[in-house]
């Protein structure tokens, strides 16, 4: 089976073809547009979309030698997103839908994070417990089978890609800053003396908070010159990112026991960060699943994938484009 994979639900336009469960080709534009702003602007986001979307499948369907007849299914991000960003995507995807009469499934972006971990990992199977660490999601879910997801814990304020972000700023990183602060994080000593809370929630037993943590490293910096500030910016990176990584494996450690499921998968951005995944091996050896890195950040080979599980369990669905909808 051929699937068209196609996402644009915030700062990535991307366009997919995989055969069964197999990548053919995985075309990603990520926005550059955004880079003065600090942050993503929707309309921006939008207009970037539409400039490239089309181009983007043109090129896939070039590349992998297919025409728009060979295709078996459609299946596009519906939700959660920026909502022009979202229209411009369901917009494409409904557009060829009805011009060549090709099924369509809506796809949920944080379902397509959690197929993400399928990808090229074959022998990941039901159930197990996904973590979701991307720029505007934390979340761990208890994943049965395809369509049977349930939420255990999540951020009761912000993401973990959202808190490096922030911190980043606060410490002179472009947007989005979570891979430079894995860098600075690596050329730290060892023992700094520097350390951040790692937050206690008070509501569920597997939810996160990572705003006090950005509130503690913006004190740690108020007063401090900036020739300290640069010195000791690796250290600061390195003890930020052990109080994520401390609070995210510290909670799915809580979940893996509590619900017996020993199988763990990381997907989302933050994934790419090679301290978390790390010390997530050292906890949970070879049961430790994560997509490589090209796959952890938004790309439409997942959604293409979450597509196709949907088509083999019978579970697909028109898109109804729903910016604000959950998993
Ligand atoms: O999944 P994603 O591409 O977009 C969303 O759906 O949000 O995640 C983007 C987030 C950004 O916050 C970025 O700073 C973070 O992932 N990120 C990282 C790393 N690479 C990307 N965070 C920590 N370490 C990294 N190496
Ligand atoms: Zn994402």
Redesign the pocket.
Known sequence: MITLGIES??D?TSVAILEDQKIVVNHIYSQVEHTSFGGVVPEIASRAHLEKIDRLTLSALKESSLTLRDIDLIAVTDSPGLAGALLVGVSFAMGIHNGWGIPITGVN?LEG?IFSAMLENPQLQFPFLAMVV????TAIYKILDTGNYTCLGQTVDD????A??KV?KLLGFEY????S??QEAAISPEDTGITFPVARVSGGPFDFSFSGLKTAVKYYLAGKDSTFIKENRPAICKAFQKAVIDSLLGRLSEASRKTGIREVALV???A???A?RQEMKKIFGERAYFPRPGL???NAAMIAMAGYKRKEKNLTHFPRMEPSRGL
Not at 159 to 162: C, D, R, S, Y
């Open positions: 639900s915030c990535e972006h994070h991307s720029g505007g999601h993401a973990a890609g959202e490096f972000d980043g989005p800053a979570g891979r602060i894995e989302g951005g933050v790419c960060n090679g978390l952890c950040t938004d």
